[in-house]
């Protein structure tokens, strides 16, 4: 057993844990980053956010290879799938990012260690955490603050059972050895679209079953509607409103019984992979924080007050598992702007101005107020919409499909929230987060000058048809 005195132990090396770590480091405090996983980068880094957009990336090519070009005048030989290679490229992306954050560990002297975290101890000057390695050793970290940033894990879906194989999380979705002629996706959100993406241009078969009766439940309703049009047109199925209630399988694949959620006629679907995708759970296993006493609510998030600390003193908690959208982006702000807090200064986040993106083609990306919130709300609005279709940059470059919308106060024209779906909506987005971070109005983005010709032209012309006066529509 050996001891050391910080300033602050995080427990999770992911995007939270890893720049709290670092913001810390930087405001001069002595810090060190518990993370069981071999790897530093949390979920997103190795099996998340970087892993499935190499997928996306290189599906996509695979599929424009495919049948893409012809409409340019490109005429390709006979394109084949090298899957080894490509997901040899997905693991070397992510290695070498990984490895780029424990470079940027040595840089900012921050003590990376390798274990498994549980809070030994919380009160005033006795906070300390028990690392236990992977040899079985122990080393406690005396530390005046610790910052639990442990993250999310898929939620199970009961008599689905994960495997790995045939029954598969994201984990396993990421790293499959061939293709699936039939891969069914269960639950129609951010990871099943995603995935769904990567294997439908692959050639799988694609069914997605959705307990709901749409997709991506919290986006905006009209963005939704057209994002299953546009998927189905890509050669999706959607089983909306379904549930499934059993999985058997077999040597030859897996049989699902599925059947309406509000009761009827139960069906079978045989496939040869189920990707279970039906949300995230916070993760806390092993911390230890029944017996320090902190809060969690009835699923396990980890209540915390404005400053991200616990209620318990000296103990803080961050990123997936504490409330709020699970984002990497979300994650990382909330580690910089709590290990400001730690160091004595102040900061906030503005969780109206936080994007949401998904990364399928077309990109589908929004950020503040749906109309169904407003609505809601009892707030008066204005809403301006421009499709791609009008937009001279997407006729040129083929990529007509979606639109983008933005809502605007009706008295102030402040601009509440941008629903987006289309050419790199998430790039796009990206004036509107800035806009809702100034307080500006659909007027202020009406009269900015947008380069010609740009996607971003769409945006100006959704900000003018909020006022009702788009130039080319
Ligand atoms: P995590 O990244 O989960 O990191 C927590 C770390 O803590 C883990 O490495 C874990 O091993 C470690 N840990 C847990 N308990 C202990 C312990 N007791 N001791 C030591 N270490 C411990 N978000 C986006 O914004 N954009 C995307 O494109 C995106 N794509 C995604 C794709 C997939 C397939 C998945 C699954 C998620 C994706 N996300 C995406 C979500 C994103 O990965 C998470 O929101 C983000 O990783 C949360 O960061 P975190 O630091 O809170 O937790
Ligand atoms: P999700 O919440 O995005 O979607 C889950 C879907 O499953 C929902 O549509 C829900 O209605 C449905 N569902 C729930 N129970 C079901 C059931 N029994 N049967 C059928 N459908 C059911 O969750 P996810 O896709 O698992 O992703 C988890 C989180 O990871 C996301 O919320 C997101 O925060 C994060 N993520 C983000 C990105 C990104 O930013 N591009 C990508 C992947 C994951």
Redesign the pocket.
Known sequence: MTDSAYDLVVIGGGPGGYVAAIRAAQLGMKVACVEKRETLGGTCLNV??IP?KALLRSSELYAEARHGLDEHGVKLGSVTLDLSAMLARKDKVVSDLTTGIAFLFKKNKIDHIAGTGAIESAGESTNAVNVTGADGSSTRLATKNILIATGSE??P?PGVDVDEKQIVS?TGALALSKVPKHMVV???????L?MASVWGRLGAEITC????DR???GMDGEVSKNFQRILKKQGMTFKLG???TAAKKSRSGVTLSVEPAKGGKAEQIKCDVVLV????RPYTDGLGLDAIGVNTDERGVIQIDGGFQTNVPGIYAIGDCVPG????HKAEDEGVVCAEIIAGQSGHINYDAIP????TWPEVASVGKTEEQLKDAGIAYKAGKFPFTANSRARASGETDGFVKILADATTDAVLGAHIIGPDAGSLIHEIVTILEFGGSAEDVARTCHGHPTFNEAVKEAALAVDGRPIHM
């Open positions: 998340g956010c499935s898929s939620t879906l994201s269960i639950g129609g959100g951010y990871i099943g995603e079953v959705e307990f709901l997709i991506t439940p379904t549930k499934v995708a039906v949300g995230r959208p699970m984002l990497a949401g993106i998904v990364y």
